[in-house]
């Protein structure tokens, strides 16, 4: 299901996910809020994953859970990318199979269901009992309005906790940056299924949006907001074409920070 929403509005939770690299930035499984947090959110939780990886085995960092101040049932979820697409994508062997936690879901990347599967949530509230983001989803009050949107890396785990957030009748919407494929034909229709909107910007040039390939069996939640930077001064680099500060001054974030990518005149 495809959503209309504004390019601002879409800048805004881009914003979002710069923050949660700027928390990974800080080296610490609970880093502190900073102080460009978005207003009027208040931070709920951390989240953590366990990458199965063989350069990368410890907790690590991945993301936060935020709620509106002004109506605490809006909520968000978000999860960050890799500094780096390349490491992460020659590590994935991109194997399909089956995302059991949703019934007639299809088949999902392996790496990614697995990291997924590893993402624990560990509340502000000390009261509360840390657990896994996909167990947080049964615990969510009645009427929340859930917000899902990540990056590269990041927008695949974002991707399969909509789709685990839809199955079970959640008012879910999903926003990705620069996803990869996640998974095979029945598992998109799945999704499309639960009708969740879903809005997948995409920029040209980069090659993360572009693997999987199709003929392993992968397709792309469809359909997709295609930006292109290679009409802009950025730098004709694999890092350049992907990093979220492109896709934002792209997508017409004045303020986007592309000092690193920008081309000299």
Same mark, same amino acid.
């Given at each position: 299901?495809?959503?209309?929403?504004?390019?601002?509005?879409?800048?805004d939770w881009g914003h979002?996910?710069?923050? @949660?690299?700027?928390?990974?930035?800080?080296n610490?499984?609970?880093?502190?809020?900073?102080a460009d947090f978005?207003?009027?959110?208040?931070?709920? @939780?951390?989240?953590t994953?366990t990458?199965?990886l063989?350069?990368?085995?410890e907790r690590?960092?991945g993301?936060f859970?935020a709620?509106? @101040?002004?109506?605490p049932l809006?909520?968000?979820?978000?999860i960050?990318?890799?500094e780096?697409?390349?490491?992460?994508l020659?590590?994935?062997e991109?194997i399909?199979?089956?995302f059991h936690e949703v019934?007639?879901?299809?088949?999902?990347?392996q790496?990614f269901?697995?990291?997924?599967?590893s993402?624990?949530?560990?509340?502000?509230?000390?009261?509360i009992?840390?657990?896994t983001?996909?167990?947080?989803?049964?615990a969510l009050?009645?009427? &929340?309005?859930l917000?899902?949107?990540g990056?590269?890396?990041g927008?695949?785990?974002?991707?399969?906790h909509a789709f685990l957030a839809?199955?079970?009748n959640?008012?879910?919407e999903l926003?990705t940056f @620069?996803s990869?494929?996640v998974g095979?034909k029945?598992f998109?229709?799945a999704?499309?299924?639960m009708?969740?909107p879903? &809005?997948?910007?995409?920029n040209?040039p980069?090659i993360?949006?572009?693997v999987?390939v199709?003929?392993?069996g992968?397709?792309?939640?469809?359909p997709?907001?295609e930006i292109?930077s290679?009409?802009?001064?950025?730098?004709?680099?694999i890092?350049c074409?992907?990093?979220?500060?492109t896709?934002?001054?792209?997508m017409g974030d &004045?303020?986007?920070n592309?000092s690193?990518c920008?081309t &000299?005149p």
């Amino acid at each position: 299901m495809s959503n209309t929403i504004s390019m601002e509005k879409l800048i805004d939770w881009g914003h979002f996910v710069k923050v @949660a690299y700027e928390m990974y930035a800080q080296n610490h499984l609970s880093p502190v809020k900073p102080a460009d947090f978005p207003a009027g959110w208040e931070l709920v @939780a951390n989240l953590t994953m366990t990458p199965h990886l063989e350069k990368m085995q410890e907790r690590e960092f991945g993301g936060f859970i935020a709620r509106s @101040a002004d109506n605490p049932l809006q909520q968000a979820v978000v999860i960050r990318g890799t500094e780096s697409p390349l490491d992460w994508l020659s590590d994935f062997e991109f194997i399909l199979e089956t995302f059991h936690e949703v019934p007639d879901g299809g088949k999902t990347e392996q790496g990614f269901t697995n990291l997924y599967r590893s993402m624990m949530v560990e509340y502000a509230d000390a009261s509360i009992p840390s657990e896994t983001l996909m167990a947080s989803i049964d615990a969510l009050p009645q009427g &929340t309005r859930l917000l899902v949107t990540g990056h590269s890396l990041g927008s695949s785990l974002a991707t399969l906790h909509a789709f685990l957030a839809g199955s079970k009748n959640v008012d879910v919407e999903l926003i990705t940056f @620069a996803s990869p494929r996640v998974g095979d034909k029945s598992f998109v229709e799945a999704f499309q299924r639960m009708n969740i909107p879903n &809005t997948r910007i995409f920029n040209t040039p980069d090659i993360v949006p572009q693997v999987p390939v199709e003929i392993a069996g992968y397709r792309h939640l469809e359909p997709g907001l295609e930006i292109n930077s290679a009409l802009y001064p950025i730098k004709h680099s694999i890092p350049c074409y992907h990093a979220l500060s492109t896709y934002l001054y792209v997508m017409g974030d &004045t303020e986007a920070n592309i000092s690193k990518c920008k081309t &000299t005149p």
